[in-house]
């Protein structure tokens, strides 16, 4: 991927922030910024707060301390301002079964206060880059699991947030499903929407990111392009060796 202009303004500005669940710190003091029109790779291990790191974003869980803003809106003192330019797909597809997937989508058009008619515009655009037209009158129960990812991809696109965050977007999906979800969201960065993913399959960062972070112990320890990651590792290191160096145990071997 090109770079981003690191002048670029943030799309994405975290200071600070924490969350803990009971003894345990998930996130801890996080600093991140996500530059507007970019595709950000957040990767660590299981554990490494990514999740909660992107539910905080998304107000879906109240952080203990630190800001958040998106696009210049504080999103703590105006959580709703925050909302209508972000979307965020979480790792398991959440749809309303009894729902055809165009019913679906105009449900959620309608709960964004999406105009009638653009909603069905977007609707059928989105159905149609995701190989789902023909299967718009069929309930979502009977999907199968890529057919449910992309639904929902279409539910998380149909207000065209400015910020879309997603968990684990590819992971279960077959090939053919997975190059339909990655050739439309570098469209939609090629339209100016920005993105953050998380992933295990480092392949997907290496190809798609313009900016990668890691993350062990609810920490920022790494940021930068692939070639900068890789630079600090040293000459002929992968990716896989970069996140490998940087979130094992020296002493024991273990994941942190």
Request: charged fraction near 25%; aromatic fraction near 4%; hydrophobic fraction near 45%.
């Amino acid at each position: 991927m090109n770079d981003v202009s690191a002048v670029n303004p943030a799309a994405l500005s975290l200071r600070g922030l924490t969350k803990s669940f009971g003894d345990k710190r998930a996130v801890d003091r996080l600093d991140l910024d996500v530059r507007a029109g970019e595709l950000y790779a957040l990767l660590g291990p299981n554990g490494a707060g990514k999740t909660t790191t992107l539910r905080m974003v998304a107000g879906l869980l109240q952080p203990d301390a630190g800001e958040i803003s998106i696009y210049g809106v504080n999103a703590r003192a105006a959580p709703k301002s925050a909302k209508r330019i972000t979307a965020w797909l979480p790792d398991e597809p959440m749809l309303y079964d009894k729902l055809t997937a165009w019913e679906y989508l105009e449900f959620v058009a309608g709960l964004w206060g999406v105009p009638t008619k653009v909603a069905k515009t977007r609707a059928q655009e989105l159905l149609e880059m995701l190989d789902l037209w023909q299967h718009k009158d069929e309930r979502c129960e009977g999907f199968s699991r890529g057919m449910k990812q992309k639904a929902a991809l279409a539910g998380a696109l149909i207000h065209e947030p400015k910020l879309l965050m997603l968990d684990e977007p590819l992971t279960g999906l077959d090939a053919a499903i997975a190059r339909q979800v990655k050739d439309l969201l570098q469209q939609r960065v090629r339209d100016g929407a920005t993105i953050i993913l998380t992933t295990h399959i480092l392949d997907v960062a290496e190809r798609m990111a313009h900016r990668i972070g890691i993350i062990r112990g609810g920490v920022l320890v790494a940021e930068g392009t692939l070639a900068e990651l890789q630079a600090r590792a040293g000459a002929g290191h992968t990716l896989e060796d970069v996140f490998l160096q940087l979130t094992t145990d020296a002493t024991t071997g273990q994941k942190a």
